[in-house]
């Protein structure tokens, strides 16, 4: 079992940066790739980010250059540096944990919310 908490989210302006964070507890050992998705009212959830245990990195094209994804491992905590804002950003932003083992289990947070005024 993972748990994870959220924090970072809010109300910025187009153009303006936020960061999200993802505190992670449990069998965080067992963790290979953390990620955010991010879902729009209306829209389907999307993968924005990824990282894994080995420190590689995948984005979404929409966020390529704006988003930094990191991880420290200490900290059991991975982050989501947002720059360059846009509207179209606004969404519920969830943090995930994967996890191989036994078939491979995703596990999610609560979500935190994100908005971008125009």
């Known amino acids: 079992q993972v748990q994870l908490v959220e924090s970072g989210g809010g109300l910025v302006q187009a153009g303006g940066s936020l960061r999200l964070s993802c505190a992670a507890s449990?069998?965080?050992?067992?963790?290979?790739?953390m990620g955010w998705y991010r879902q729009a009212p209306g829209k389907q959830r999307e993968l924005v980010a990824a990282?894994?245990?080995?420190?590689?990195?995948h984005y979404a094209d929409s966020v390529k250059g704006r988003f930094t994804i990191s991880r420290d491992n200490a900290k059991n905590t991975v982050y989501l540096q947002m720059n360059s804002l846009k509207p179209e950003d606004t969404a519920a932003y969830y943090c995930?944990?994967?996890?191989?083992?036994?078939?491979?289990?995703?596990?999610w947070g609560q979500g935190t919310q994100v908005t971008v005024s125009s």
């Open positions: 449990g069998s965080i050992a067992s963790i290979n790739t």
């Open positions: 995930t944990a994967y996890i191989a083992a036994a078939g491979g289990n995703t596990y």
């Open positions: 990282i894994t245990s080995a420190g590689s990195t």
